[in-house]
């Protein structure tokens, strides 16, 4: 998984592995919280999701910093100036195979998909207190999202996180009290 080494067309078949997992996420999740947490799958499921959300993260997740030219400067003219410079230039093809990426995977922008990976942590946080390892690696995930300026950003934005940050209690996250 390098999308530095990637042939054309091998990001069709990620989008469509990812796909598959993410929608799986999906369903484990509607499931677990249906059930109010009695429908838990498999600890060894969840721990391969979040194994599977680790690498999707590295390889293609906090790409789009590249893509969309975010920066850690506000609006200086240096920001200004390496924005003008991006429109002159054609994409590069790291930024070509992010695009197409997310076309073929069809389940919206990395706001969307990074949503859907919160999503995923934050129910782990809240219906697996118990298991340590599922607990730490959640929480590794979570750290290493928020590990960049662009991607803290980006974070910040998603209703999930707003509500991880102002329900932080052991009410909602049991695993606080063990």
Known sequence: WSSAHMADG???IDASLSRRALQLAQGVD?????SK??????????LALLYYFQNFRRVYMFMWD?????GSSGG?????????????SAP?????????????LAMGDHTAVANLIVTKVGNNLKFWPEEQDLVG??????????GGYSSSKLLLTLD??????????????PFLAV
């Open 66 to 70: 590249q893509v969309s030219g975010s």
């Open 92 to 104: 590069s093809a790291k930024q070509k195979v992010y695009q197409r990426m997310f076309e073929h």
């Open 76 to 88: 200086s003219v240096g920001m200004v100036g390496m924005m003008a410079s991006k429109l002159d």
């Open 137 to 146: 690696k959640t929480l590794e995930l979570l750290l290493d999202m928020a």
């Open 37 to 46: 947490g009695v429908g838990r799958s498999d600890p060894k499921l969840e």
């Open 160 to 173: 999930t996180v707003k509500f991880l940050a102002r329900h932080h209690t052991e009410d909602h996250f």
């Open 30 to 34: 509607f499931r677990l919280t249906q």
């Open 10 to 12: 091998e990001e069709t």
